[in-house]
């Protein structure tokens, strides 16, 4: 027997145009971004029968309500991520004629997606339908890449010993190493020593009488917070935590001409930001922050990608 190998998995995808439905001839795009530990899966409710008998057994039991959900683990790429980032916040509007400028902003979102995790050294396939991104996450660190999660809700699933596209396309996998990021606190300059950045978007399932699978997905309000740690150097970003004063952050991700930045243009900082003598070492302040509507920006978050993608 052929034991199937995490080595030669895959997860690709294709946007559905109606949520629930893979277009017919799908042409599907690898999630090169993607790393191992996934958790992309399905449960069925057991529905368990409480009627009376003398057996002391229980009489029968029926498969009930299906839930599809699970995360994927990323590395923060410049190519193959675009669709995915629509997918999480709303809006893009493309211009330019390569280098391509990408502007994604808060919005209704696309349909949904299609995913397929392939198994290929067994030849099986399980497939995820109106699947929609719930949360992304990205944390930088002073060391290693830059990661993050996508976590997704589905409608339904399937498996089959064939794959939806027998030619996946793909693009070559070049993650961003946290020293290709440069930080920006007020419009000014900043050294971060962690970045910690979380979007939802309290995706709403809801049941109706009559199907196993969620009847509907739609989106609710997004959010979008998480933290950083500086060094204590002075009481500018203490007062603006102290004083509820508004500011903005700015990350941005370079390789040569092309790039990636999440800029947040209002945030308040909150929880707790008192400076404490830990050890005889630099002290340092955590901060957690959150985003909210920016008028000028039209939206509490906004990705600027540049790369040689005509769309995303």
């Known amino acids: 027997m052929t034991q199937a190998v995490g080595a030669l998995g895959r997860i690709a995808y294709v946007e559905e145009s109606a949520w629930g439905t893979t277009p017919g001839s799908p042409q599907l795009k690898l999630i090169k971004a993607g790393t191992y530990g996934e958790s992309l899966s399905a449960s069925i409710e057991e529905l368990m029968s409480n009627a009376i008998n003398s057996s002391r057994a229980v009489e029968n039991v029926i498969q009930g309500n299906i839930d599809v959900k699970g995360a994927v683990p990323i590395e923060l790429p410049l190519l193959g991520i675009g669709t995915l980032l629509k997918h999480a916040l709303g809006t893009v509007n493309t211009t330019g004629a390569g280098p391509y400028t990408h502007v994604i902003k808060r919005g209704a979102l696309p349909a949904g997606l299609t995913l397929e995790k392939g198994f290929t050294d067994i030849a099986q396939y399980i497939v995820f339908t109106g699947c929609r991104i719930d949360k992304l996450s990205l944390s930088v660190s002073p060391q290693g ?23 996946v396309d793909t693009v070559v996998h070049t993650p961003f190493a946290h020293h290709q990021a440069t930080f920006e606190e007020g419009g000014s300059a900043a050294t971060l020593l962690n970045l910690n950045l979380s979007l939802t978007n309290g995706l709403d399932p809801v049941r109706a009488i009559g199907s196993r699978t969620i009847a509907g997905l739609p989106e609710g309000k997004g959010e979008v917070t998480g933290d950083i740690t500086v060094m204590f150097e002075n009481l500018t970003l203490f007062n603006k935590w102290k004083n509820g004063t508004a500011s903005s952050l700015k990350a941005t991700f370079t390789s040569g001409a092309h790039s990636i930045e999440f800029y947040l243009p209002s945030v308040r900082y909150n929880g707790e930001a008192v400076p404490k003598i830990a050890s005889d070492k630099g002290i340092v302040v955590p901060l957690s922050f959150r985003a909210i509507y920016d008028s000028g920006e039209a939206t509490d978050l906004k990705i600027t990608l540049i790369n040689t993608e005509a769309t995303i």
Do not use: Y
């Open 145 to 167: 890449l830059v990661t993050g999660s996508m976590d997704v809700i589905g409608k339904d699933f399937s498996a089959s010993g064939t794959p939806l596209d027998a030619s």
